[in-house]
Structure formats: C-alpha cells, structure tokens
C-alpha cells in the first residue's frame, strides 16, 4: 500500500495498491510497441502535440496534486506542468532534426546511420519535480518511437497516474506510457525482463549506483541523474545584488529539494561580508508555511523522515565547526531556511547532498582558490559563475568541473539544453537531442553498389 501524505498537514490525501503481477504492463508495453515503432514521426508528433494540449488544459488540476503530495508551492507546480507543456512542444517541433539520418563518409558508396527505437524503457524518477522528472524521459522516448514504463517515488503515485491518464487522454495507445505501482526492492524482475530495453533513473546516490549495478548485470543501458553540491562562485567583479538575489532563489525554491541548487556560495573575500549581508535579508524575507497560501515562499520538505535527516545532518555540521548564521527550526515538515558559513575543509570533506533548505557561505581568497574549491567534490552536475569579465569567464567555465555551467544565472533545465552530470552525478544526458538519442539504437547502413 502506497500513501499520498500532505507535507504541510500530514493528512492521508489517497492510497494505492501496490501492482499484483506488474510484469504485466511489461508485456503490454512490448506489444504496443510493436506497433507504436512503425507509426510514422508525423503521427508521434501530433500525439504528442495533443499531450501538451492535455497538460495545458489540466494544468490547475495537475499542480494541485503536485502540492498535495510533496509539498510544492501551488505555483511552483503550476509552474512545472507549464514547463512540462513547452517542453512537449519543442521536441514536438525539434524531434525530426534530432534523429534525421546522418550520412558518413566512408568507403561504401554509400553509408548512415539511422536513429531507431530500442523498446520498452524503465523510467524511475523521484517526487521533487514528480511531472517533469518522468515527462523530460517519456515524451523523447515516446517520440523516438519507445514505450515507457514509469516507477514513480511512492509519495507521488497520484502524479504517476494523472500522467498515465493524460496520455490516453491524448490519445495515446493504451500501454505506451504506463505508471508501475511497485515498491522498490522489486526494481530487479523488471529490469531483469528481456522485453526491457534501458533504464533511466534520477535519485540519489545510492539508488543510482544499485541501478546501475543491475542494469550492467543484465546488459542494459542505462542513464542515471543523481545528487549534486553545485557551487555558485562570486567573484569581486560581479553583480553582487543580482548575484545574491538568485543565490536564495536557486537555494531555497521548492524547499531546497533540487538537485541543481546552488548549494555551496563561493565568495570572494574583497565582496565577502556585502554578499553576506544581502543574502542574510533576502532569506529572513522568506516566509515558510502552507503551499496553497499565496503568501508563503518557502513551502515543507516532502516527508517528515527527510526532514528529520536534514535537521541531524545540520547540527552535525555545526558541532564540527560550522557556523550558524541562520539556525535550523523543525516543525513536523516544516523546516526554516539555514545558512551555515562553512571552511574550505568543509567544503572538501563534507560528501553528502543537504536536500534541503540549507545553504552553505564559504569565502575564497582569490579566483583561483574559489575555482579550486568549486572542484573540490565527487558530484558534478551544474555550477554558476558571477563576473563581468566576459574574456575571463571563458577560461573559468572550462575549468570547472561539471556537466553543467552557466554564467551570471542560476542552472535551469530545459528542453534545448542537454543535462546531466559528471562524477558522482552520474552519465548520460537528458534533454536537448542528446536526450531523444539515449535510448536510441544508433544503426549503421552501410551499402555496396
């Protein structure tokens, strides 16, 4: 039994039984497959065209089972189904130029290679962003001509099914894209399964590296998006009240649970204490409570348990030397936001993701040593530079170490951008036409006149 629980209430908002023979809905992927791949792009397109229509037109109903189940702000989740429905439409637009037949030169006459469809695909996705996490792997997949298996975090299994629904709404084939309700130590019989062809996950990173295991154990390929420290690095240069204004929006938006959060803020020492200042006013500005109310800006961590963790993890930082500029407060769910000014041995020895309302302030001697530190991590997955010096920001961002890395914004996804990470952020990309590519059969033509 699965239960849906309101972060901010602890109310039981729905229950689901957990699927009898879920090896079922494998097989009814594989067959639909067998005839979904032989629909023309054209068709996929217009199906796909359709779901976005369905998620626009939803969209008031869709986030609100987002805010009830994880807690989100409402318009934040109403936000993230109206990326999900512009992101459908750009692959929608996109796809036929992402997987064209590319023509090699080689010695045949005449050689491609041709980008086909693989099968059914695993997808298991977290409850942090519960649409778009699992739409930003189905609607490539479903474009290329795959069918999608979704195992959804158990919080979130009303999402997993309105977006089943919301398939067949667009008229869909029953089976193309369907929701798993299945607890994870069952993971193994389905990738297991021969009709599996790939499997995506995005988690942490203990779930990446037990996926991966299986995943290499029965030969499949797989994409994992896992945890991420990414730094956010200031130097004297920079924009430093723009720079500290997406600081605390980059940290602390859908309560810190963002994988690409800013979450370590390298400061140079010359603008140090002014960056301090302004991000210490921005944060006491925000006001935790109930998602639905318009005036809250920080909204509940998604379960009380992660709260909890978050809470220990904190103080355990504190009693080795961290300093509390903001202090940690728990209420059931609710957790105040926290700036914690950490060293750089800190910051280098410290190897765990805070997934939470918690930012962490260091300062940097110079460049170089705020370059340093910002590498100082296994994760890799985005990074955000602040300067105005635009010949010097090319050699910067090249130095730095992730998947990811913008300049003078905070990192964001969307759908012309591959993601993905590096290190213990995981491999493979989503997004953009790397991620229409992943789970493609890369096939070579190569012809003898």
Not at 82 to 98: D, L, N, S
Request: contains cysteine.
């Amino acid at each position: 039994m699965f239960k849906s629980i309101y972060p901010y209430s602890g109310e039981v908002v729905a229950e689901y039984e957990e699927d009898a023979a879920p090896l079922q809905k494998v097989e009814k992927a594989h067959q639909v497959f067998s005839t979904w791949k032989n629909k023309s792009l054209a068709e996929r397109q217009q199906l796909i065209v359709r779901f976005a229509e369905v998620l626009e037109y939803r969209k008031l109903e869709y986030a609100k089972i987002i805010s009830l189940e994880m807690g989100k702000l409402y318009n934040e989740a109403l936000a993230e189904v109206e990326k999900c429905a512009i992101t459908t439409r750009y692959y929608a637009e996109h796809a036929p130029e992402y997987i064209q037949p590319l023509v090699m030169q080689s010695s045949f006459p005449r050689a491609y290679t041709s980008f086909e469809p693989m099968g059914t695909i695993l997808a298991i996705m977290p409850w942090n962003f519960p649409f778009w996490q699992a739409l930003r792997c189905a609607v490539p997949n479903l474009l290329l001509g795959n069918t999608v298996v979704l195992k959804h975090a158990s919080n979130v299994m009303g999402s997993a099914l309105k977006m089943q629904e919301a398939f067949l709404e667009a008229g869909f084939p029953d089976g193309a894209f369907q929701a798993l309700f299945l607890s994870s130590d069952k993971v193994e019989q389905i990738i297991a399964d021969p009709r599996i062809k790939g499997v995506t996950l995005t988690g942490s990173g203990p779930a990446g590296s037990s996926v991966a295991s299986l995943a290499g154990k029965y030969l499949k390929k797989s994409v994992l998006e896992l945890g991420g420290s990414d730094p956010f690095v200031v130097l004297k240069d920079a924009n430093i009240q723009l720079a500290a204004e997406t600081a605390v929006k980059s940290r602390f938006q859908n309560a810190g649970q963002t994988c690409i959060a800013a979450k370590r803020w390298i400061v140079e020492e010359d603008i140090y204490d002014e960056f301090k200042e302004l991000t210490l006013n921005h944060v006491s500005k925000l006001k935790l409570g109930d998602p639905f109310d318009t005036q809250t800006t920080l909204a509940p961590v998604s379960r009380e348990d992660l709260a909890i963790s978050i809470e220990k993890e904190t103080n355990k930082l504190i009693a080795n030397g961290a300093k509390a500029l903001l202090p940690t407060e728990r209420e059931g769910c609710l957790l105040s936001p926290t700036i914690l000014e950490i060293t750089r041995s800190h910051s280098a020895y410290y190897k765990e993701e805070l997934f939470g309302p918690v930012g962490f302030l260091l300062k940097a001697k110079n460049t170089t040593e705020a370059i340093e530190i910002a590498n100082e991590t296994p994760f890799g997955l985005g990074a955000s530079l602040w300067t105005q010096n635009m010949e010097q920001a090319a050699g910067l961002m090249r130095q730095i170490q992730a998947g990811s890395v913008y300049l003078n914004s905070m990192v964001k996804s969307e759908g012309a951008l591959p993601f993905g990470g590096i290190g213990d952020s995981g491999y493979g990309r989503e997004l953009g036409k790397y991620g229409i590519q992943e789970f493609a059969n890369v096939k070579t033509y190569a012809i003898q006149i």
